[in-house]
Structures are given as structure tokens and as C-alpha cells.
């Protein structure tokens, strides 16, 4: 093979890594389970990641072109990076590019971050961040069979002012007289909701607008700690969620097995974050089993139901659940 053969042949390999790892998490990066990761952000506002990937070998990437998030529309699309994993061969057309890297990052004095691995503030006031964790984790406390569903990621984030709003509480659902416990929350963005167009088969968004949210529960049936209970997304057009706990055969697992209630003793929800903002968490106390003849159970109830019915207003599939 020619000089000026071989220098194609490298120059496709290397453009073909300049690519969004996915066509709706904005914010993920492809590479799965990696360690080391550092964050650069240099004066022109690009940033520079880079870390070990699983098999060992290092890589930088190069994140651009968005920040913070747009409201949700059906004729506009969302904000989304643009990623170079060559190093700056695709942005530059000069492969070593990360080695001259000139990083202008000051320390961070933003508001608290969930799940975050590094974070930092740029020339220009607007904050990045690197958030990892455990997002492909098989449901209902299956532990994993796959190193790809035990794998962390890695999201990268670009934004000003406040992060997006995450509300969660817990009832017990009337739809199912009282048997058991029902979450229900809403996510927010500078004041307007978080939700997308449509989902697949599976659930999960078409679109660059729609959120998933992680539930976890916390020494349940399924064993003591964290345990995936499901991922579910955010209804348009409140931005709102409800689930119920009860026993499952799981379509997502092989077999559909046969799977207890869920019920824990603390719930948690994790969500990339809308548009290229960061991801965010939050955790509320089970309340155990209703118990009619309770004043104070029933009282607690009375008071949820005026905060579901708030933050549901509008959401036809949790007004059936109610």
C-alpha cells in the first residue's frame, strides 16, 4: 500500500470516531466502565475528556456545540454535543491535538452535584461536569449477567444557572385500595416540563426530549442495598411519573421469571438530566403498609393526595392510578 494510500486508509479510521454515542443521550459517552476520567475545559469553551477504557487502552475525546437545554418541541430538536474520540483528528485534522490542549477550568462553585466523578467552572461562568454510574442494570433486582449491565457510564455536561428540578413522594395508591406503595414525582426545567414525544415498544424515548427514570429500591425482597427496580419515562405533557410495586414477570428478563414486590425500605430515581444539564437524583423514605384504622396514616394520605394530584394534573395514565 502507497504513503498517500495508507494516509487515507488512517484519515477514514479516525474520522469515522467523530460521532454522538447516541442518538438521544446527548450527554453519554459510548465507552462503557472506564476509569481515570479527567475533564478539561480550555478558553473557547471546548472540553477535553479523557480516561481508560475497560480493555485498557486511553482515549480522549473532544465535546462541543450545546449547552444547558431547549423546552420541549415537536419541530425543534434538542440540544446535543458533539464528540470527537479521535482526539482532535475530526475536529482539528490533527490526531495529537489533545496533547496541546491549553486548560483554562477554574474550581467549581456550582450547585451540588449527584454521582459526580469531577466538575468545574469555565472562562466564560458556565459549568461542566462528569457524572458516572450505573444505568444498564437489569430490573427487579436482577443482579447482572452481562459485564455491559453491571458496566458504569460516563455523562458529560455543559450548563448555566440551575440544574433541572426532580420532585419524588410516595402514597399508597386508592386505584388499588391502599395494598401498596406508589411513587410519583415530576421533572422540571427552568420552570416548564420534561418529557418527550413518543416511546418505543420497550418504553424507552424516540426523541431527543424524553427522559427515562431509574427507580432503585432499598433493602427490599430482592436483597439488602440498592437494587434496579425498573426504568420507566417522564408522561407528557406535566413531565410527571407514577409506579406502583407489586410482584412481576418482567418481559425484559430472560424467562420472565417470577419476581417479588419491590418494596423497600427507601426509593431512589436517577435521570440524565434534560438536554446536555446534569444528571439528578432523588431519594424519599418508604412508608410502609397502610393501616386504615391509623389517624395518622390516613391523614398522610389525604395530604399526598393534594400533592399527586398536583403534580399529576393533566397526566391521563396516572389519573388512572390514582
Not at 462541543?64 to 464528540?83: C, E, H, I, K
Request: with cysteine.
Amino acid at each position: 500500500m502507497g504513503h498517500e494510500m495508507r494516509r487515507l486508509v488512517v484519515a477514514a479510521s479516525l474520522a469515522a470516531l467523530v460521532f454522538a454515542p447516541s442518538t438521544f443521550a446527548s450527554g453519554a459517552f459510548s465507552d462503557l466502565g472506564v476509569t481515570d476520567p479527567t475533564l478539561a475545559v480550555d478558553a473557547a469553551g471546548e472540553a477535553l475528556v479523557s480516561y481508560t477504557r475497560a480493555d485498557g487502552r486511553p482515549r480522549h475525546v473532544l465535546v462541543w456545540g450545546a449547552v444547558n437545554a431547549l423546552p420541549p418541541s415537536a419541530d425543534t430538536p434538542q440540544v446535543r454535543f458533539q464528540f470527537d474520540y479521535s482526539g482532535g483528528w475530526g475536529q482539528r485534522h490533527d490526531a495529537s491535538y489533545w496533547k496541546t490542549f491549553k486548560n483554562a477550568c477554574l474550581p467549581y462553585d456550582g450547585p451540588p452535584l449527584a454521582n459526580v466523578v469531577v466538575a468545574c467552572k469555565a472562562p466564560d461562568g458556565s459549568y461542566w461536569a462528569l457524572q458516572s454510574w450505573q444505568k444498564s442494570l437489569p430490573h427487579r433486582g436482577v443482579d447482572p449477567w452481562t459485564p455491559q449491565q453491571g458496566a458504569t457510564t460516563l455523562d458529560v455536561s455543559h450548563w448555566t444557572g440551575q440544574l433541572a428540578s426532580l420532585e419524588l413522594s410516595v402514597d399508597w395508591p386508592q386505584t388499588f385500595n391502599h395494598e401498596t406503595e406508589q411513587i410519583f414525582g415530576r421533572l422540571t426545567y427552568a420552570g416548564e416540563p420534561v418529557h418527550g414525544f413518543g416511546t418505543t415498544a420497550a418504553g424507552a424515548p424516540t426523541d431527543g426530549y424524553g427522559r427515562s427514570l431509574y427507580i432503585d429500591t432499598f433493602d427490599s425482597a430482592y436483597g439488602p442495598g440498592w437494587k434496579r427496580e425498573t426504568s420507566i419515562v417522564f408522561h407528557n405533557p406535566r413531565g410527571s411519573f407514577c409506579y406502583s410495586f407489586y410482584p412481576t414477570n418482567d418481559v425484559s428478563l430472560p424467562g420472565r421469571p417470577s419476581r417479588p414486590a419491590g418494596n423497600g425500605t427507601s426509593y431512589r430515581i436517577t435521570v440524565m438530566g434534560p438536554g446536555v444539564t446534569p444528571d439528578v437524583v432523588a431519594q424519599v423514605d418508604a412508608i410502609g403498609k397502610y393501616d386504615p384504622g391509623s389517624a395518622a396514616d390516613v391523614a398522610l394520605e389525604q395530604q399526598r393526595l393534594v400533592l399527586y394530584d398536583q403534580l399529576t394534573a393533566g397526566d391521563r395514565f396516572c389519573a388512572t392510578q390514582r
